[in-house]
């Protein structure tokens, strides 16, 4: 009766045990977790059952930071099946199951990003599921950005130039030089965090010349460039220049029609006087004929 009562009171303390302890206990030893894109990373989970594991389930879920709204299941082990989310198909494993909840998410990327939870139930052990919570951020270089421009590139016009760059975690900061003849840095207008622009207005020819846009992050930088010539219209030295050329040319002319004036008037007299000499020619053949013919007479 007495031996009976203990084992009674000593059952009794042992399930008072089960559930002070309450539900499976979830520890998490890392709660914010950072990798660099396409590494592979352990997202540790570790549970402490007093119960057999034979109906033990696991379920990891993410809750993307891009999509908070879409909460979705990574890896679910439910007695000795384990079942992928087929995006996560040949990326996801468990390691070290059954003794504890790991995975190991191997080619990591920038969508993996987000809070992570592990929910660990081992029925008949009661209470709610214990449940652990990581974040894991996923590192990426900046993407090579895009440089644009538009706008009036001639002289006295305005023009925006813009650069956009799609990738990078953390966000990159953003910077646009003008490369040559001196490197200057632009002020920039940053709109949202895809896109930078800087706006010349009033370009002149000093506004010609490379400029580079820069993203950088932690992992590292990307430039892009563009290439501005601003069209200056001919007024000022080429135009002096021009003016030059048109009045040599001109003078040119002049002198041409100079010499072909004279020329011409040369060449009248000319005609003139060939026609009177050769008449006075002609009269001296006729009038010295008889001077030959008596001269030959002779
Ligand atoms: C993850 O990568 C490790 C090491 O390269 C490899 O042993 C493991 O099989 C990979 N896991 C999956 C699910 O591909
Ligand atoms: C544009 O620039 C030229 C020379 O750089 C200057 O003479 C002119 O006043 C400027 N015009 C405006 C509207 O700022
Ligand atoms: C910019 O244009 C000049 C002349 O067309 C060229 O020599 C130079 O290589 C160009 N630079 C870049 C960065 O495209």
Not at 168 to 177: A, D, F, I, L, N
């Amino acid at each position: 009766m007495v031996s009976s009562g203990c084992c009674l009171f000593g059952m009794t303390c042992l399930v008072s045990i089960f559930f002070q302890c309450g539900a499976v206990r979830v520890t998490v030893s890392e709660s914010n977790i950072e990798v660099v894109q396409g590494d592979s990373v352990t997202l540790p989970c570790s549970f402490l059952t007093m119960m057999p594991l034979f109906r033990l389930s696991i379920i990891w879920t993410l809750t993307p930071f891009s999509d908070p709204d879409f909460p979705t299941q990574v890896i679910v082990y439910d007695q000795g099946q384990v079942i992928e989310n087929p995006a996560f198909t040949g990326r996801v494993q468990f390691a070290g199951m059954p003794w504890s909840a790991d995975v190991i998410l191997n080619d990591t990327r920038v969508s993996d990003a987000g809070t992570y939870r592990c929910l660990v139930n081992n029925p008949p052990e009661t209470g709610d599921p214990g449940i652990g919570e990581l974040s894991l951020s996923v590192l990426a270089p900046p993407s090579l950005p895009l440089c644009l421009w538009e706008g009036d590139t001639s002289a006295g016009g305005s023009v925006t130039l813009s650069c956009l760059v799609l990738e990078g975690v953390p966000t990159p900061q953003m910077s646009w030089e003008k490369l040559e003849p001196d490197q200057i840095t632009l002020p920039i207008n940053i709109e949202g965090q895809l896109k930078g622009s800087v706006k010349i207005v009033n370009v002149s020819a000093q506004n010609s010349g490379v400029y580079r846009c820069s993203v950088t992050n932690l992992l590292g930088t990307q430039n892009c460039y563009i290439n501005l010539s601003v069209y200056t219209p001919p007024d000022n030295s080429p135009g002096v220049v021009q003016g030059i050329v048109l009045t040599l040319f001109m003078a040119l002319v002049l002198l041409t029609l100079l010499v072909l004036v004279l020329w011409l008037h040369r060449s009248a007299q000319e005609s003139k006087w060939r026609n009177s000499h050769e008449d006075e020619e002609c009269y001296n053949e006729i009038r010295y004929t008889p001077s030959l013919i008596k001269r030959s007479f002779v």
